[in-house]
């Protein structure tokens, strides 16, 4: 089993960044496929990012070109790194962890973190 503590989010104006952490305990991330996940008010959650095992990502197309996902298996964390950032990108976001292979589908996701509050102001 994994724990999983988002941080990083914030409010910002359009067209600046952040830099979305996500901590994990209880087993090393390089066990799980890694995933990030928003959901804005009255919408489903939508997936955002990917870091598969072997290093591979994969991206939304709304955030292809904008967003960064990478991870630290030495310190155990996830990151997304958000350039560029939109106003529809407003939303709560959050870091989940898939005991198999990466998807898009947030039912396949096995472990959740709470989830950081991010906002963009145009």
């Known amino acids: 089993q994994v724990q999983l503590i988002e941080s990083g989010g914030g409010l910002v104006q359009a067209g600046g960044s952040l830099r979305l952490s996500c901590a994990a305990s209880?087993?090393?991330?390089?066990?799980?496929?890694m995933g990030w996940f928003r959901q804005a008010p009255g919408k489903e959650r939508e997936f955002v990012s990917a870091?598969?095992?072997?290093?591979?990502?994969t991206y939304s197309d709304s955030v292809k070109g904008r967003f960064t996902i990478s991870g630290d298996n030495a310190k155990n964390m996830l990151y997304l790194q958000m350039m560029n950032l939109k106003p529809e990108d407003t939303a709560i976001y959050y870091c989940?962890?898939?005991?198999?292979?990466?998807?898009?589908?947030?039912?396949?996701?096995?472990?959740w973190g709470r989830g950081t509050q991010v906002t963009v102001s145009s």
């Open positions: 870091l598969s095992r072997t290093g591979v990502r």
């Open positions: 209880g087993r090393t991330l390089s066990a799980y496929t």
């Open positions: 989940a962890a898939n005991r198999g292979l990466p998807t898009m589908d947030p039912s396949r996701y096995d472990y």
